[in-house]
T-cell receptor
Framework: AQSVSQHNHHVILSEAASLELGCNYS??????LFWYVQYPGQHLQLLLK??????LVKGIKGFEAEFIKSKFSFNLRKPSVQWSDTAEYFC??????????FGTGTRLLVSP | DTEVTQTPKHLVMGMTNKKSLKCEQH?????MYWYKQKAKKPPELMFV???????INESVPSRFSPECPNSSLLNLHLHALQPEDSALYLC?????????????FGQGTRLTVV
């Protein structure tokens, strides 16, 4: 069965610091990869997605992620975080049959 | 319209009650999902409907009963729940069977079982 690992459970950064959140998955076949964000009290929103093609994908709000197939990784990055980026971030992987599996999440706190 | 609408937003029910959660989307999506999210945990898949047919049941207890009356609606019928079933229940939808589609999530129903 597929699984998704997010190694950073809690991250605390100051504004303007750079962010990188790790995501690794275990599945040998074709995958779709996603990063979702959940702001406090709000619903899950899609930050970015990878289906195929360029492994470096850009999403909303200045986020980007790089798919490295050989490492089964899809790490999320942002060069300079803002206080408004405080949220929980979920990596998710879909294989066939619409089965979208989420990682355990990373809670990001950005201090002003 | 890229919304998935869930009602009610909050629900408190007793262990002997029967209640239903509702989800609606008008994006023409043919796959709809129920997820359960406990506090500080990731969403866990419960059910997937594809073209109004149940395609995935993640070994969910029978006290949760999904229903997809048509391509826009998804219900989750609840009966004889336990306090540990208290959680945020999320509905999502995506286009048909293929890969390369994203899932859109509703705001969820926060369920408390007393």
């Amino acid at each position: 069965a597929q699984s998704v690992s997010q190694h950073n459970h809690h991250v605390i950064l100051s504004e303007a610091a750079s962010l990188e959140l790790g995501c690794n998955y275990s599945y040998g076949g074709t995958v779709n990869l996603f990063w979702y964000v959940q702001y406090p009290g709000q619903h899950l929103q899609l930050l970015l997605k990878y289906f195929s093609g360029d492994p470096l994908v850009k999403g909303i709000k200045g986020f980007e992620a790089e798919f490295i197939k050989s490492k089964f990784s899809f790490n999320l990055r942002k060069p300079s975080v803002q206080w408004s980026d405080t949220a929980e971030y979920f990596c998710a992987v879909r294989t066939g049959f619409q089965k979208l599996v989420f990682g355990t999440g990373t809670r990001l706190l950005v201090s002003p | 319209d890229t919304e998935v609408t869930q009602t009610p937003k909050h629900l408190v029910m007793g262990m002997t009650n029967k209640k239903s959660l509702k989800c609606e989307q008008h994006m023409g999506h043919r796959a709809m999902y129920w997820y359960k999210q406990k506090a500080k945990k990731p969403p866990e898949l419960m059910f997937v409907y594809s073209y109004e047919k149940l395609s995935i049941n993640e070994s969910v207890p029978s006290r949760f009963s999904p229903e997809c009356p048509n391509s826009s609606l998804l219900n989750l019928h609840l009966h004889a729940l336990q306090p540990e079933d208290s959680a945020l229940y999320l509905c999502a939808s995506s286009q048909g069977r293929g890969m390369d589609t994203e899932a859109f999530f509703g705001q969820g129903t926060r369920l408390t079982v007393v």
